[in-house]
């Protein structure tokens, strides 16, 4: 099956800690994103990567890092710099050069202890 | 900045009404975007309508665009438990970006 897998689908962060979120994709999209979406809000942007090597960032990308060394991967880490982690993380992708669909993960729930 | 502000924020129905809700949007934009969210889960595509059109069909769903009023509609006919989600509004401009609005709560009522 096609699709994009985000892992894990619980995380809990302590105090002062870096925490990566895992995206894989298997879809042959050049383009990948991540989002955030705190309870009852919409999503906001947080990084995106339209090819392999580059990304740039978004909306909300203080306190965030990714990677784009593969295709199929864009993990992103939630450095301990970010202050109010907690919230829904998505992650989505897209065909090349359009943004008429995006395919989205199942989200990783990251919490703080 | 969000770019789509939906209305209701929380609409409530029973099974074999309508829901409408609606979008409101600041910029130009060359494609509006509808996703649905099931709780706890990933968002997922419903359907597109292009600037330099005005009504699109899918299914139950039918979508508006007004671009000289900056808005769109999205109607869900004969409504089920099933479509009980949040719906959210997506504008497409310049470039890959997508900018969600804060989402419409639909509960559908058996």
């Known amino acids: 099956d096609g699709g994009i897998t985000q892992s894990p689908k619980y995380l809990f962060r302590k105090e002062g800690q870096n925490v990566t979120l895992s995206c894989e994709q298997n879809l042959n999209h050049d383009a990948m994103y991540w989002y955030r979406q705190d309870p009852g809000q919409g999503l906001r942007l947080i990084y995106y990567?339209?090819?392999?090597?580059?990304?740039q960032k978004g909306d909300i990308a203080e306190g965030y890092s990714v990677s784009r060394e593969k295709k199929e991967s864009f993990p992103l880490t939630v450095t301990s710099a970010q202050k109010n982690p907690t919230a829904f993380y998505l992650c989505a992708s897209s065909p090349p050069g359009t943004n008429e669909k995006l395919f989205f993960g199942s989200g990783t729930q990251l919490s703080v202890l | 900045s969000q770019q789509g502000e939906e209305d209701p924020q929380a609409l409530s129905i029973q099974e074999g009404e309508n829901a409408t809700m609606n979008c409101s949007y600041k910029t130009s934009i060359n494609n509006l975007q509808w996703y649905r969210q099931n709780s706890g889960r990933g968002l997922v595509h419903l359907i597109l309508?292009?600037?330099?059109?005005r009504e699109k069909h899918s299914g139950r769903l039918r979508v508006t665009l007004d671009t000289s009023k900056k808005s769109s509609s999205l109607l869900i006919t004969a409504s089920r438990a099933a479509d009980t989600a949040s719906y959210f509004c997506?504008?497409?401009?310049?470039?890959?970006?997508?900018?969600f609005g804060g989402g419409t709560r639909l509960m559908v009522k058996p």
């Open positions: 990567s339209q090819i392999v090597n580059d990304f």
């Open positions: 997506a504008t497409g401009g310049a470039g890959n970006m997508l900018t």
């Open positions: 309508i292009r600037s330099n059109e």
